[in-house]
């Protein structure tokens, strides 16, 4: 049984109405009503990259006020009930596909885990914070060392990431700066000491799969990334769109071969069938097929008011 909110929390859903913004995720389940059979389906991608690593790209389709927005609020709900991690991404003139590099920093700085305790995002830093407090050398030196042993342990995880979360881990008990390790981790060109490459869009698929692994040895389900107004794309001049069709093709086919990682994006039905360009592009033959098949599989995959 639902509970009713707070009146703090009925406040808060309120302004955010009269503001013309959906509530947030944590609040966005008391205004709810309907689309069961989406919750339902949504649900079962949740409980199958939970229990059985699956991963997958599901599109929201729908024109402006038909609440995508909602629905994918409604959606991260779900995930944080199931211990995802999640993080929502608007496209704008400053966050664009075509710069992974931006793509990542707003993954990091609004990464929200099931263990926060407001639904202000504290990024990739909060995370790593209650990780390392988590661990207690002072009444027991043999934990510090264990965790190090524990990451060296994790399969597939990029060798620079390792290095700089094993750095952060002992920075923290050092009582060292771990500022470096957060600056190379949302994207910027420093390195730290015993990390070689930055983070870019070379690097996109090892360090989205290496953010998966190691949310998933912290405990965590894995990851649910919703990509929101991928329509303004069809604004950009052509070497931009070009670039970020690339980008969404590539973000397509990587999503294989991350584990218990869920990518949700929502644009305008009109952005499909408006811009010529974005048609023949995404539709073009690519290596894999992938987005080829996910076009195919729009009008009964996505969202459509």
């Known amino acids: 049984m639902v509970q009713s909110p707070t009146q703090q929390e009925a406040l808060r859903i309120l302004q955010l109405l009269k503001s013309g913004t959906p509530p947030h995720a944590r609040l966005i389940h008391h205004i709810h009503v309907g689309r069961e059979k989406w919750l339902e389906g949504m649900a079962w991608y949740l409980n199958k990259a939970s229990e059985a690593n699956l991963s997958a790209v599901r599109f929201l389709i729908g024109d402006y006020g038909d609440g995508k927005t909602h629905f994918a ?4 709900y779900m995930a944080l009930e199931r211990r995802f991690v999640t993080c929502e991404v608007a496209l704008s003139r400053e966050v664009r596909l075509d710069r992974f590099d931006t793509i990542w ?23 790593l914070n209650r990780w390392c407090s988590q661990i207690n050398p002072e009444k027991n030196p043999a934990q510090l060392t ?3 042993k524990k990451l060296d342990s994790i399969p597939n995880l990029d060798p620079d990431f390792r290095k700089a979360m094993q750095g952060y881990l002992q920075s923290w008990w050092q009582e060292g700066d771990t500022t470096v390790y957060l600056q190379w981790l949302k994207g910027d060109s420093i390195k ?5 490459v930055r983070i870019d869009r070379s690097s996109a698929r090892a360090m989205i799969r290496s953010l998966v692994l190691f949310l998933k040895h912290l405990g965590y389900s894995g990851l649910v990334l919703f990509l929101d107004e991928l329509e303004l794309i069809c604004y950009q001049n052509y070497p931009i769109r070009d670039s970020a069709y690339e980008a969404l093709r590539q973000f397509i086919d990587d ?3 991350v584990p218990s990682f869920l990518l949700i994006c929502s644009l305008t039905t009109s952005s499909l069938h408006g ?3 974005r ?3 995404l ?3 690519c290596p894999k097929g992938a987005v080829r098949r996910e076009l195919e599989r729009l009008p009964s995959a996505g969202y459509s008011a």
Do not use: F
């Open 279 to 281: 048609h023949s592009q």
């Open 146 to 148: 264990e965790a190090l």
């Open 283 to 285: 539709s073009c033959p």
């Open 275 to 277: 811009q010529p360009t």
């Open 192 to 196: 730290p000491q015993g990390v070689r």
């Open 255 to 257: 999503a294989e071969s």
């Open 73 to 76: 609020r409604m959606t991260t």
């Open 105 to 127: 920093r707003e993954m990091m700085s609004k990464l929200l885990s099931p263990d926060a305790d407001s639904d202000v995002p504290k990024g990739i830093e909060g995370i």
